[in-house]
């Protein structure tokens, strides 16, 4: 087919030939090169009765490529973004639920992958990346059935950060954690986790008022000895 693709190609059935090329492809798992060529077919021959398939096909390619969660999802993302270029381009398509069903699909699996690194890295003891990555996933993922444990874990990745941090840097951290917790507020003050998401509240409240007492404490501290400097007599020499 690939010799006679060659030979026949500006001919009139060119896009014939080039289809059954692109399905033997894909026919034999052979996805990537299958998914280059249906491109072609819906680029080159636009007006061809195979332009509709060949595009949503490409998307197919993709979508067949994407592995588990757990990995990699580069073929994923671009399964999503070849489906959406397909309902983009044909709006009327018969194959439009089946489409927007399959980035459905595909876009589960992101949801999936980006929560669990987020929680494993709260399992691991890295809080401050937990905190950025389970904010990053309520962004990204709004609609995920992980949403309300994604911004429980924020509120806990954060307090418990700022209780590994150095006390210099502890009182930024514990408002980042009372920040998260008045987005939980917002979002979901009916939660069975509220209980625990105040008491982390309270606690925060807690750590910021000692650490601002022994701020004051050092500040006054440091004044009464400017202040005596200041007052002590000049001592004469001769």
Excluded: W
Aim: glycine content about 2%; hydrophobic content about 35%; aromatic content about 14%.
């Amino acid at each position: 087919l690939e010799e006679l693709i060659t030979i026949y190609k500006g001919s009139k059935n060119i896009d014939d030939l080039y289809y059954m090329y692109a399905k033997s492809h894909y026919e034999q798992d052979e996805f990537l090169i299958a998914a280059f060529h249906f491109k072609n077919i819906h680029d080159n021959y636009p007006t061809s009765k195979y332009a509709e398939e060949s595009l949503y096909l490409n998307a197919v390619c993709y979508q067949r490529m994407s592995p588990t969660p757990n990995l990699d999802q580069e073929y994923t993302i671009k399964a999503i973004e070849n489906f959406q270029l397909f309902v983009n381009t044909y709006p009327k398509s018969e194959k439009l639920e089946e489409a927007n069903n399959n980035v459905r699909v595909l876009r589960r699996k992101l949801e999936i992958k980006a929560f669990d690194g987020a929680n494993l890295y709260f399992k691991t003891g890295h809080y401050r990346a937990a905190a950025v990555a389970f904010a990053n996933f309520l962004k990204t993922f709004p609609d995920a059935p992980e949403t309300e444990k994604a911004a429980f874990l924020t509120i806990k990745s954060y307090y418990l950060y700022a209780q590994q941090s150095i006390p210099s840097k502890q009182l930024e951290r514990y408002e980042s954690a009372i920040g998260a917790y008045k987005d939980v507020v917002a979002n979901y003050k009916n939660s069975s986790g509220m209980a625990d998401a105040e008491k982390i509240y309270n606690q925060s409240l807690e750590e910021i008022n000692k650490l601002n007492s022994k701020k004051n404490e050092y500040q006054k501290k440091m004044n009464c000895q400017a202040l005596t400097l200041l007052l002590k007599p000049a001592t004469l020499t001769n």
